[in-house]
T-cell receptor, first 113, second 114 residues
């Protein structure tokens, strides 16, 4: 079963707009929720991450919103730029420092100039 | 600072051939991983190694074997390649803490099995 469900599969946003990508999970033992960004031909790279004891984390134009009761978290990209065009993956870690990350299926974001 | 280095970058195999993907990291990380990435499927864990000398199956281990040669190196072997193993393979390593695991990925290896 898919433990981390990510939507939408693809997203087109105009430059300057807000991009929103959503993820949902079932396992309440997940204790760490990162987002990864991947450009074509490259490996994914950590963008921003949050722990479940925090409802929001902001780094520059990127914000994670976390709703523990709904078991959902989302990535918001403010003032989206063409350089943000990439594939974004949410992930969740099974509890503990040795836990593995379970990735969503990814969202391909295109920001139109 | 090279990070995670994997070779080869591209490979074409015939069905039934074997090959090994090599991976090395220079960040002194304990944990290393092999993922495969397929369109619409995201990143799926094949095998991982939490420390030197240990390996464990991930979500899609069938058809693969791994070796954690030392702390730096973690190789992935396809004993008898099948077209279903056509994919992009990523090696990764992570620094692990209770606050979160930051995974560092290599550049990927594009494998085509014909």
């Amino acid at each position: 079963q898919q433990q981390v469900k990510q939507s939408p599969q693809s997203l087109i946003v105009q430059k300057g707009g807000i991009s929103i990508i959503n993820c949902a999970y079932e396992n309440t033992a997940f204790d760490y929720f990162p987002w990864y960004q991947q450009f074509p031909g490259k490996g994914p790279a950590l963008l921003i991450a949050i722990r479940p004891d925090v409802s929001e984390k902001k780094e520059g134009r990127f914000t994670i919103s976390f709703n523990k009761s709904a078991k959902q978290f989302s990535l918001h990209i403010m003032d989206s730029q063409p350089g943000d065009s990439a594939t974004y993956f949410c992930a969740a870690r099974r509890g503990g420092s040795q836990g593995n990350l379970i990735f969503g299926k990814g969202t391909k974001l295109s920001v139109k100039p | 600072n090279a990070g995670v280095t994997q070779t080869p970058k591209f490979q074409v195999l015939k069905t039934g051939q074997s090959m090994t993907l090599q991976c090395a990291q220079d960040m002194n990380h304990n944990s290393m991983y092999w993922y495969r990435q397929d369109p619409g499927m995201g990143l799926r864990l094949i095998y991982y190694s939490a420390s030197e000398g240990t390996t464990d199956k991930g979500e899609v281990p069938n058809g693969y074997n791994v070796s954690r040669l030392n702390k730096r190196e973690f190789s992935l072997r396809l004993e008898s390649a099948a077209p279903s193993q056509t994919s992009v393979y990523f090696c990764a390593s992570s620094e692990d803490s209770i606050d979160g695991n930051t995974i560092y990925f290599g550049e990927g290896s594009w494998l085509t099995v014909v």
